[in-house]
């Protein structure tokens, strides 16, 4: 942990609407699920909670910064909240058949993977998200935003192209920045190992 990290309560508010942003994720799943989804009032109150709850994770970190709160639970906890989210709307958007699972699947790997990597090295130090990860997060919530509100259905089919290029973009941005963290895991690990 770093010092000046340690010092910061970590019951604060940035780190609270982190937790309120974890705990409406089984919420936000159960709406988009609920009506098979189908165009009804409760697939758009989904990508309303989805887009609300996603859009917090820059208020999190600006209150963090803005009241020097910045803890390394936050650090922790921030990209977790942001990967319930989105790796919940992918799966739900998979099983109703709107996302290939392949997609889906290729995506949660890189998250959980980094993950596993940020909970491996966390005697050492707290890894906090890259430029290019929270430029992948962002692509992610376009993406996934778009994708909840049923756009084709209320401007045509050619908004199904609007989709494709944004979820692959999404997709793209974070296979490359799932690399980049491979690379510094090797660069860790040969560290560690001539240090040893
Ligand atoms: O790609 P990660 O795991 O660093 O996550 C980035 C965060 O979601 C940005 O808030």
Redesign the pocket.
Known sequence: MTEAAARVSNWNLPNAITVIRILLAPLFIWMLLADGGADTPLRYAAAALFIVAIAT??ID?HIARSRNQVTDLGKLL??I???VL?GGALVGLSILTELPWWVTAVILV??IG??VF?FAVLSDRV????R???L???A?SIAISLALVPFPALFGSWFDWVNIVTMSIAFIL?VV??ID?LVQAWRLSRAGKSAA
């Open positions: 994770d820059g970190g921030d990209p909240a942001d990967k989105t890189r998250e980094i993950t940020r890894i906090p998200a890259s290019g990860g929270k992948k997060t962002l992610q974070t920045t799932g963290y």
